[in-house]
């Protein structure tokens, strides 16, 4: 698909982003609850940062049943029938409890059903939503319903929510407590757990040594990127690369693109390898990355193509920050009871980031990328950078305020390169208040990246979802090609491997 311009949508969406300023009178008559740190740092300029996920369902989407399904769920949800306000005595910011009117959060467009380019119509659609501002009047979140068949679903569905209401774990974990099984409409879905191996009884001198040892590697990569970190904080910038955002990208308009591969592709080649799903995919970036910026920097000199088959600098300096909850996840099942019996469960914005290398080269060897990936993986499992960026922003906000631990924030997070995420997505097939789902595709923008790359497991795909820059990456859909190219590349490398 080629580039294609914004056109303006009517989304019926309000413009007016003004935070709601409280008596201290009017105060007690509320129920309120104070912010937590991440949300007041996502309520700054500088990190004024939202979440789309769009639904793709395999029938069209009857609006009413929606607005029913929310009314008994999303709307018992704290977060989600609060707005923020602003104490004017203390200037400290709580969340208010309000009354949700649900018919003012759904936008159910009229559209020709047998429109030309629908999937075009769809991209331009969710692209303009990300210059549109929430209404902080009321509570953050819409639901939009568009009745257009495209290439890969009959209906879409898009949930916009700012970011201060959750982290993304917690909303990728809310909405699928919404959801149920589409063989059991009574039953939640299941998501892959973890089987860890059980150890072997090893003596008690073996023990202590593997403690000791354990310890002393945690001191030390915990040592390595505390250091990294404030060299970023301070002066360690990455490499001006083509992928690489400017001044203000965090502003501009983001074209919001996915593709889809097979999990069972990534489940092969991490079984040939016995790696993990998360190192078949911090591979695929890596060597989807080079491939792409190896075509960029082949291209760059008047358009004409390279005959050179390695294009790329050398020493590139490319880093993903890496987001992560450092707080245990809630559960589908906690919340699914939470919204339905209105009780208490843990929630907000816990969430801690890692900088993460990803080396940009053309090895012979396709695997290596792989390698090469689990190898940092492996360090970044060890460290306590997490607890580290998360402690170090909560500790920079109590002493200096939320809008020096943004900027602090910001400027780590702008001298990366690109946001990556993984998240874990059911097992079988899923409905959406009665629709079944082809896909999901969640990310988001507002962040001072040109590139955001969400991985998200559903059955036996995973979706790959992107919002950029077009004046960054004028060519989205070639990005995904390299990612899914390097997919295959592994698969078939693992394949000869196993043959010889």
Known sequence: MGSLGLKPINT????????????????????????????????????????????????KINPDVIKKGLESTLLNHPRFSSIPVVDEKKGVRKWKKTKVNVEEHIVCP??????????????????????IPLDMTKPLWEVHILNIKTSEANAIGILKLHHSIGDGMSIVSLILACTRKASDPEALPTLPSSTKKEKNDVGLLRR??????????VFWYTIVDVVLFLATILFLKDTETPMKGGVGVEHSPKR??????????MKIVKNALNLTINDVVMGMAQAGFSRYLNRRYGNKNGGKESNKTNNLPKNIRLRGSIVFNIRPSTGIKALAEMMEKKSNARWGNKIGYVLTRLPISLPDNPLDYIREAKNIIDKKKLSLESRFSFTAAKLTQD???????????????????????????????????????????PT???????????FQSYCNKMTISMAVDSQVIPDPYQLCDD?????????????KQDMV
């Open 399 to 441: 002493i200096f305020g939320s809008k020096v631990a943004a900027k602090v924030t910001r400027r780590v997070l702008s001298s990366t390169t690109v946001l990556i995420s993984n998240v874990v997505g059911p097992q079988e097939e899923i409905t959406f208040y009665g629709h079944k789902l082809a896909y999901v595709a």
């Open 483 to 495: 990612l899914q190219d390097s997919l295959q590349m592994f698969k078939e490398a693992v394949t």
């Open 444 to 454: 988001t923008f507002g962040l001072p990246y040109a590139v955001t790359i969400h």
């Open 208 to 217: 202590f040594c593997y403690y000791v040892w354990f310890l002393c590697m």
């Open 110 to 131: 009229d559209l020709d059903p047998d429109m030309d380019s629908p999937d075009e119509f769809l991209e331009n659609y969710t692209s303009n939503l990300t210059t």
């Open 12 to 59: 019926n969406g309000q413009k007016n982003s003004t935070v709601v300023v409280i008596e201290p009178e009017q105060e007690q008559e509320q129920e309120q609850e104070p912010a937590s740190p991440a949300t007041r740092l996502f309520h700054t300029k500088n990190l004024n940062c939202h979440i789309i996920a769009i639904l793709g369902c395999t029938t």
């Open 256 to 265: 919001l693109v996915h593709t889809t591969v097979s999990l069972d592709d």
